[in-house]
C-alpha cells in the first residue's frame, strides 16, 4: 500500500528566506507524486506533480520539487518564501493514471515578517 | 479555464437526516471521486466512479453512502442517516480517463456539519 509522511505539522521561515517542506513517499510501484496547496477556507490546488518524466518539478508559484528514488523522497521548496505563501501543503500519491490519491497530513507554512 | 463546482458550500444538518451533495465535473471528464476531510486532518479518499459504476471504496464509505450520476452532468453523494462525525469538508474531483494531465482536478468542497 502506498503512503507519504509529511515531516512537521507547523513550518515557520521568514519573508524572503528559503522554503523547504518534506515529503516521504512509500509504494511498491513507481509512484506519481504531488504536492497541492490548500488555502484557508479555500479548495485544494495542484501545485506541482511528479509522473516519472523529469525528476526536477517546477510548479506555479515559485515552487518546484525533486524526486529522489533512492531516498523515497519529494520535497518541495521555494527559493524565497512570500507572505501570500502562507497555506496549509499537503504531499500525495497515487499508483496509477485515474487512480484514488492518498494524502499526507499536511504541513501549516507560516511565514514570518 | 473549466473547473469543477459544488453546491451547496456549506450545509447544516440535523443528525440522523439525508443529506445530498452535488458536484458538477467538468464536462469531458469520466472518472469522479468524493473526498473527505475532517477539520483540522488530512484529505482521505471515498469512493471513485467510471462508467455509471463505482470503481474503488474506502473503508469509510459504508452503507450509509451512496453515489449517483442522475443526469450525466451532476455527480452526487448522499449520506442516508448523519452522524456526528460526518462533520467535515467533502470535496468532488474529476479527471480525464488516460489523460496526459495526470491530474486530478478538485471542487472548492461542501462544509458538512452535523448537530
Known amino acids: 500500500a502506498q503512503s507519504v509522511t509529511q515531516l512537521g505539522s507547523h513550518v515557520s521561515v521568514s519573508e524572503g528566506a528559503l522554503v523547504l517542506l518534506r515529503c516521504n513517499y512509500s509504494?511498491?510501484?513507481?509512484?506519481?507524486l504531488f504536492w497541492y496547496v490548500q488555502y484557508p477556507n479555500q479548495g485544494l490546488q495542484l501545485l506541482l506533480k511528479y509522473t516519472s518524466a523529469a525528476t526536477l518539478v517546477k510548479g506555479i508559484n515559485g515552487f518546484e520539487a525533486e524526486f529522489k528514488k533512492s531516498e523515497t523522497s519529494f520535497h518541495l521548496t521555494k527559493p524565497s518564501a512570500h507572505m501570500s505563501d502562507a497555506a496549509e501543503y499537503f504531499c500525495?500519491?497515487?499508483?496509477?493514471?485515474?487512480?484514488?490519491?492518498?494524502f499526507g497530513k499536511g504541513t501549516r507554512l507560516h511565514i514570518l515578517p | 479555464e473549466p473547473e469543477v463546482t459544488q453546491t451547496p458550500s456549506h450545509q447544516v444538518t440535523q443528525m440522523g437526516q439525508e443529506v445530498i451533495l452535488r458536484c458538477v465535473p467538468i464536462?469531458?471528464?469520466?472518472?469522479f471521486y468524493w473526498y473527505r476531510q475532517i477539520l483540522g486532518q488530512k484529505v482521505e479518499f471515498l469512493v471513485s466512479?467510471?462508467?455509471?459504476?463505482?470503481?474503488?471504496k474506502s473503508e469509510i464509505f459504508d452503507d450509509q453512502f451512496s453515489v449517483e450520476r442522475p443526469d450525466g452532468s451532476n455527480f452526487t453523494l448522499k449520506i442516508r442517516s448523519t452522524k456526528l462525525e460526518d462533520s467535515a469538508m467533502y470535496f468532488c474531483?474529476?479527471?480525464?480517463?488516460?489523460?496526459?494531465?495526470?491530474?486530478?482536478?478538485f471542487g472548492p468542497g461542501t462544509r458538512l456539519t452535523v448537530t
Open positions: 509504494s511498491s510501484v513507481p509512484p506519481y
Open positions: 500525495a500519491v497515487s499508483v496509477n493514471r485515474d487512480d484514488k490519491i492518498i
Open positions: 474531483a474529476s479527471s480525464e480517463r488516460g489523460g496526459m494531465s495526470y491530474e486530478q482536478y
Open positions: 464536462s469531458n471528464h469520466l472518472y
Open positions: 466512479f467510471y462508467n455509471n459504476e463505482i470503481s474503488e
